[in-house]
C-alpha cells in the first residue's frame, strides 16, 4: 500500500501542475468549532479553516516547494474565483464525464479507482472529495473552452507562420532536458528512476534531478536549455514536445545508450522566420574510455583546442580511419541522441554527453553546417493545436488575473 500511496502522491503532484488540491486529509490541529469558520472571504464565498488546514498539510504530504501556508491560501482563493465565474455562466459537467475524470486520474497511480479511492481514504480522502475537485477542474476546463476557443483557434497564416513558411515567424520551445546514461548492467535502474521522473511536475524538483543525474551539459544549469526553434529539434521528438504543458515531464524517450527526458517550461511564436533544414552536417570522434574522469578531461580539453570540423582531422590524424566520422544526412536520419545534442549547437559548437559501445566510447560530436529546407515536419495539426492550448492558457491567466482585481477578498 505504501508503494501505491507514493505513485498516489506523485500523480497528486502532476495532475495539479505543482499546485495540489483542498482534499479532506484529517485535521486534527484545530478545534471543532473552528473547523468550518471563515478563514478567508472571496466575494460571497468562505473558506473555512478546515479548508486551509488539508491544503497546507496536503502541500506537506506532497513536499511541494514553497511556503505551504501561503501557497494554499492562494490555491484556494484562485479556485474559488474560478467556480463563481463557472456557476455564473450556468455551466455543470455531467456525471459521467467526472467519472471518466477520475477514472483517468486513478490510471496515472497505476491503480484502478478502486483501489486508488481506498488509497485515498486511508489517509482521511472522501470518494466525494475527490470527486467535487475532480468536476471543479473539468467545469473550469470547460468553462475556458467555451468562452475563449473560437478567438484562441489560429488561422491558416499563424499556422504557416508558426511552421516557418511564406516569411513568417515558427515555433519555438523552452525546455529542461535530463539525459541519463544506460549500460547493460543498470538498464533496471535507469528504467525505474526515468519513471519516477516522468511523474514531476514541479520545476525545482526537475532542476534537481538533472543536476544529480543528467549527464548534458546543461546538468549545471538544472537542464535548462535555451529557447530554439521547434524545428531545430530531432523530427520524431516535435509532436511529442508539442503535446507537453507548462511543468509537463514527457515519458521516457529511449535513446542509444540513455533516456532522455524533457519538461516544458514555455513556447513561443517567433517574431522572425524559423527554418527547416534539409541536412545537418557533423562530425563524430570516437574517444576510447566512455565517461571516465580521464576521457572527459581529455574531451573537455579538445573543446578548447579545436574551433571547425576540419580540426578534427588533425587530431585523428594517425589514429583508425573509424575513429573520426563526418557525416551528411537528413534531420530525420540522425540518430536521435546525436540529433538532440545537435540541436542545442551552433556550428563550431561541440558536445560530450553522447556514447556508443554500451557506455564505453565517448563521442565528440561537433555541428560542422546546417542546409535551410523550405518545409516544417511538425504537423498542422500539432502545430495548430499547441498554438490554441497556448492562447488558452494566457486568455485563463488573464482573466483569472481580471477575478482577483475585481473580487472583495478578506483574509481572516
Known sequence: MQQNLTHL?????????????????????????????????????IITHFELEQRIRLM???????????????????????MQAVEEAGIEVPPEDVQLGIDDFASRTRLST???????????????????????????????????LAQARPTEDEINRALG???GGGLQVLLSEIIIPITPQTVDQVDD?????????????FASAAVQFSAADTRSQGGQMPWMPLAQLPPAFQPVILALEPGEVSSPITLPNAVALFQMRGLREAPVGTPSYASIEYAAYAIAGGRS???????????????????????AKGQPVEVLDRV????????????????????????????????????????????RDLGGDASREDVANALTQQRLETLANSLLEQLRADAVIIEE
Open 60 to 82: 506537506e504530504v506532497l513536499r511541494i516547494p514553497g511556503d505551504p501556508e501561503q501557497d494554499a491560501r492562494r490555491a484556494l482563493i484562485e479556485e474559488k474565483l474560478k
Open 165 to 167: 513558411l511564406a516569411g
Open 293 to 315: 574522469p580521464e576521457t572527459l578531461k581529455a574531451a573537455a580539453e579538445l573543446q578548447q583546442s579545436v574551433d571547425t570540423c576540419d580540426d578534427l582531422y588533425g587530431v
Open 193 to 205: 528512476l526515468a519513471a519516477q521522473i516522468s511523474e514531476l511536475t514541479s520545476y525545482d524538483a
Open 328 to 371: 551528411s544526412a537528413k534531420p530525420g536520419e540522425i540518430p536521435q541522441d546525436i540529433a538532440l545534442e545537435l540541436a542545442k549547437l551552433d556550428p563550431g559548437e561541440t558536445s560530450i554527453a553522447v556514447t556508443r559501445n554500451n557506455g564505453q566510447t565517448l563521442l565528440f560530436l561537433m555541428l560542422c553546417n546546417r542546409t
Open 9 to 45: 502522491s506523485r500523480s497528486l503532484a502532476q495532475l495539479l501542475g505543482g499546485a495540489v488540491l483542498a482534499l479532506g486529509l484529517s485535521a486534527t490541529t484545530l478545534p471543532a468549532q473552528s473547523l468550518f469558520s471563515p478563514a478567508m472571504r472571496v466575494n460571497q464565498g
Open 114 to 148: 478502486e483501489e486508488f479511492l481506498a488509497a485515498l481514504q486511508d489517509e482521511g480522502v472522501s470518494a466525494e472529495t475527490v470527486r467535487d475537485f475532480v468536476r471543479n477542474q473539468l467545469a473550469w476546463r470547460d468553462y475556458i473552452s467555451a468562452r475563449y
